[in-house]
């Protein structure tokens, strides 16, 4: 009978842990030796030995990589040993443990992708919110609020025009600034209701939302708010009056009646100038 075959009966006979061991000492190693060349740790080759694979990691492929490694140290043959194995030993099925543990890490990556999305979507929003605020002066709440909150300009009504007098020699009025108040379409406007001819009068008709700020010589702030779009302003003031007005493309400016072009003045969507 040949070695392999005898190593074979000898195998079923006595177990493949208990091979290994006899293998071992008659080579004359130590289990802190074969763990130390293997490098697994000296318990789980007393494991083997003693078949007791329920102690060792991994299952089956991890018993038969321990088996097939030690055989190979020993010089033998592993194949009579692994299927003395087979015989012996038949794992559990280790798969369904596994997807057990898989699935709880999959619901928190879900979990934390959707948490990343719904952050990242705020941080896009606060940084949109930058940007409108930069370029045309107002957060889009602010706007909205403006348009909800009844506005300062029509709390009383308008002066009637004042009537034509004989020309007289007299001081001229003070310059007082009036506030911006929204005017009809366009009509003929005299003259002499146009008040002296020492203040400035500025036109304003937007075509879209803009935030405009107008502030008279003496720094005196004569309008700061949003206009909507399609409504018209007429501000008078002390000159020179400073302008700071919010997409300057869609607003269209006349000061003492003479059309005003806002591209020169442009930059990033907002038009800074002053009139005298």
Known sequence: MSDGADRAAQTSASGPGQMLAQL??????????????????????????????????????????????YAKLLDTDPQPILKGLEQRYVPGEVSMDLRAKRVPFSEGGKRSTRAYLILSILVAAAV????????????????????????RGPEAPPAAPRAAAPPKPAAPEKAVASPATDIPPPAPVSTAAAGPRSEGRIQLEFESDSWVEIRAKDGQMLMSQLNPAGTRKVVVGQPPLSLVIGNAAAVRLKYNDRPVDLKPYVQIEVARITLD
């Not at 789980?44 to 490694?69: C, H, N």
């Open 24 to 69: 071992r000492g008659e080579l004359k190693l130590s289990v802190a030796d074969v763990a130390q060349r293997l490098k697994y740790r000296p318990w789980q080759i007393e494991a083997l030995e003693a078949e007791e694979y329920g102690k060792l990691p991994g299952g089956g492929t991890f018993v038969r990589g321990m088996v097939r490694s």
């Open 128 to 151: 949109a919110g930058v940007l409108y605020e930069w370029r045309v002066g107002t957060l889009p709440w602010a706007r909205l609020a403006a348009s909800l909150s009844p506005q």
